[in-house]
């Protein structure tokens, strides 16, 4: 949890410690495969088969695990078409739209900070 308090100056500075959201947060966005699936659907794909070939080595099987934990965590809509043949479309809710800013700035710090 972040608080704030004064410092001796009378500035205020956060206090961090254990938050039990910001725990459940980083443990949905930080599973394997998720900040890619996230990055790719603010890039605006939606089709299981656009976000699969735009993630180089993401199996089908664990696409298909992710959108379901994504769709649960209430990030992701899945939208099944009535047309013939049907169409399945993933989209990003309120919440999961919610997340670009923090997308955007994990991916400015990578650009700085990590290493391929």
Known sequence: MMDKQLTDDGVSKAVFGYCPRFHAA???IGSRWTGAILLVMLGG???????????????????????RELEAAGVVRRDV????????????????????????????????????
């Open 45 to 67: 794909a939606s089709r299981f088969s656009t976000i699969h070939d735009a993630i180089p080595g993401l199996s089908d099987r664990l696409l298909s695990e992710r959108l």
């Open 26 to 28: 980083v443990e949905l």
């Open 81 to 116: 078409s009535d047309t013939k043949p049907v169409t399945i479309t993933y989209t990003l809710t309120d919440k999961g739209q919610a997340l670009a800013p923090v997308v955007q700035e994990i991916l400015n710090w990578s650009q700085i900070w990590q290493e391929i």
